[in-house]
């Protein structure tokens, strides 16, 4: 286990932003950060991070949470895992007690199907750098690729000796299981035989975004033409190949940074474009592009630059992809290489300098690329012509933003010498036959029936003021300011009762407690009675919450029922209301009245169910108590006229 030193100063030392920044592209948004959220399929910014307070909130799917929490949504590490991660990247000496043969045990089927691929990683790095074959073999190959030894680590390439179960023999005699071996595919099994997939392959590690080793790929080196060139680990619990783009886990932050992505096709072409400065490059790996790989770019850019080679067939399929990366609402170039050339020959042929200018000055918006392919086809055919502008045309239908679809209409119509009103009107048949499916489904749907699971569900009262009892501890508790309480006072020349304001100064923490203390109220919601004394002693302890070490100590579910309250309001900044002259009130302007309005409408709250309580009691009791419980119902409701009078509310 690790100890709970180790994990304070993790949370120290992490910068939230900074380690969400890996997989999301984050812009400036007053004091907090904005992105597209990372667990849904989105176009407008909903996932807010907070620097200041050490939270995030995604608004889409409704989680949040510190650091580790983050980690545990988006990779689906443990809290352990989670901590060693953050430790790794900020260089964190870890230290640990032993585990025992339970906790051992303990570990999941996901977890121990990472740990058999982290150590076939560093097997077959071990087999390539310290065997005589390894080196004569498979580091040799890739030195005349052309790749440094430096490139060699970084990407953490290896060698699977040719041998039937070397790699199944080492793990087997670790303690690894051969059920792991077999679900990551590093094993295959048949009766009483295992032996490795891999054997006599030079490897390429699949990582996932934050750098755990997913699968493998193994290029044979004979000229064995009953085996395939290039193999791939299966599918399994860990390793989804259209959910996964090699070298994301090197390129991300320069994607980020440069706010594009070059997408090729190759392991070779990734590392040789890498090793020439080119770092933000990621390949589908050999595979059709998915949207889950688009997504996966999304995150970080939203502009793609696709590398094809000079082969027109190849070219041709490749549009697909295209319209794929278009229908994401995301701008595409397009940039070939000369004939009988690739990424990966290119960059070795070139220098760094030459690879960048031709990227730079060969790379053509998408549109541009499709017409001069379409065209070349279809010669002086008109009948291929009104084929290849139809093709562009339901091209342009898969972008989303209308605007982009009327420019790249008025560029089509140029490069194709035809009308732009020909070209709208095509694009409205296009449109209408894509949308007419879904509008004959719910044209065809009984509208007075409403499916029960589509049902918003019933928001409770109770629990509505209690989370803002709680909102207002977290961000305000601290504060100090003055309340206005009614109090009952004899008028000293005729002797009455009347009601007058007093003014007392306190902070926020004090007077919700006080007043929650002299009702004997408690919270009924499982999340808020946790919270509510820890925030309690954090402010008398320390006097205000220091965020950070507040969020650390919480378990992951507290911190994430926390985040959704510190950053409801944020909300807005999201959709930047007061740009469309919508403006939200700032709850902090009326401090005073706002913790006094809650506490009253709490009070108020509890009333009624009391009322209700002794309702039912007079149903079910004798005659003989029913004048005691009508007199106690009647004065709760003397009661609530008062309170409801102090919120100038008639009832």
Not at 483 to 506: Q, R
């Amino acid at each position: 286990m690790i100890q709970k030193s180790t994990i304070d100063v993790v949370f120290e030392t992490a910068r939230l932003e900074e380690v969400i920044g890996d997989f999301v592209q984050l812009k400036k948004s007053g004091s907090n950060f904005k992105g597209l959220s990372p667990f849904t399929d989105e176009r407008t910014p909903s996932f807010m991070v907070s620097p200041v307070k050490q939270i995030w909130k995604d608004f889409s799917s409704g989680k949040g949470g510190n650091v580790v929490a983050f980690l545990m949504e988006h990779e689906h590490f443990s809290y352990p895992e989670a901590i060693r991660y953050l430790a790794k990247k900020y260089n964190i000496e870890i230290e640990e007690t032993e585990q025992n043969d339970a906790q051992k045990a303990a570990a999941s089927a996901r977890e121990s199907m990472y740990l058999v691929s982290s150590f076939a990683l560093g097997f077959f790095q071990d087999s390539m750098w310290e065997t005589t074959q390894g080196k004569a073999i498979g580091l040799s190959y890739f030195r005349e690729r052309g790749f440094t030894d430096e490139t060699i680590k970084q990407f953490q390439l290896g060698y699977s000796p040719d041998e039937w179960s070397a790699l199944t023999d080492a793990a087997l005699k670790s303690g690894y299981k051969i059920d792991f071996l077999e679900k990551t595919g590093l094993t295959i099994v048949k009766e009483e035989r295992q032996f490795d997939r891999f054997k006599g392959r030079v490897m390429f590690p699949i990582h996932s975004m934050s750098g755990r080793v997913l699968g493998f790929g193994g290029r044979i080196l004979t000229q064995d033409k009953k085996a395939a060139k290039y193999m791939n680990s299966p599918e399994s619990d860990i390793y989804n190949k259209s959910k996964v783009l090699y070298g994301l886990y090197q390129a991300k932050k320069t994607i980020a940074k440069e706010d594009n992505c070059f997408l090729v096709e190759g392991y070779t072409d990734v590392i040789q474009l890498h090793q020439r400065g080119i770092t933000n490059v990621v390949s589908s790996s050999g595979t059709a592009l998915t949207p889950e790989q688009v997504r996966l770019i999304r995150r970080l850019t939203t502009n793609i630059t696709v590398l094809f080679d000079g082969d027109a067939a190849g070219l041709r399929a490749s549009l697909r992809g295209v319209d794929l990366i278009l229908e994401a609402g995301m701008n595409v170039r397009v940039c070939t290489f000369p004939a009988g050339e690739d990424p990966d020959s290119f960059a070795r042929g070139h220098s760094m300098e030459e690879v960048a200018n031709f990227l730079s000055d060969q790379s053509k918006d998408f549109i541009q690329f499709k017409a001069a392919l379409l065209v070349d086809e279809a010669e002086k055919d008109p009948i291929k012509k009104a084929e290849t502008i139809r093709e562009m045309v339901q091209s342009i239908a898969k972008i989303p933003d209308q605007i982009k679809q009327e420019v790249y209409v008025r560029s089509c119509a140029a490069l194709m010498d035809i009308s732009e009103e020909v070209l709208f009107a095509t694009l409205a048949q296009v449109t209408q036959k894509k949308d007419s499916r879904p509008n004959q489904m719910v044209a065809d749907r009984p509208m007075s029936v409403v499916p029960e699971e589509k049902q918003l569900p019933r928001v409770s009262s109770r629990f509505e003021l209690e989370k803002n009892i709680i909102k207002i501890l977290l961000i305000h508790g601290h504060e100090e300011v003055v309340f206005e309480e009614p109090i009952l006072k004899t008028d000293d020349k005729t002797g009455d009762l009347k009601m007058v304001t007093s003014k007392m100064k306190a902070r926020v923490f004090e007077k919700i407690y006080l007043d929650l203390q002299q009702d004997e109220i408690d919270f009924s919601t499982t999340a808020f009675k946790a919270l509510y004394p820890k925030i309690l002693l954090a402010l008398n302890e320390q006097g205000v919450i220091k965020m950070d070490t507040f969020m650390a100590s919480l378990p992951p579910e507290l911190a994430a029922q926390a985040s959704d309250l510190l950053l409801q309001d944020e909300q807005y900044a999201l959709h930047d209301w007061e740009r469309k002259n919508i403006y939200v009130r700032n709850k902090s302007t009326a401090l005073p009245n706002w913790v006094r309005e809650v506490i009253l409408r709490f009070r108020c709250q509890l009333i009624d169910e009391k009322v209700s309580e002794l309702q039912t009691k007079t149903e079910e009791d004798h005659e003989a108590h029913h004048a005691g419980l009508l007199e106690e119902i009647v004065d709760y409701h003397k009661l609530k006229i008062m309170l409801s009078n102090r919120l100038n509310r008639v009832i």
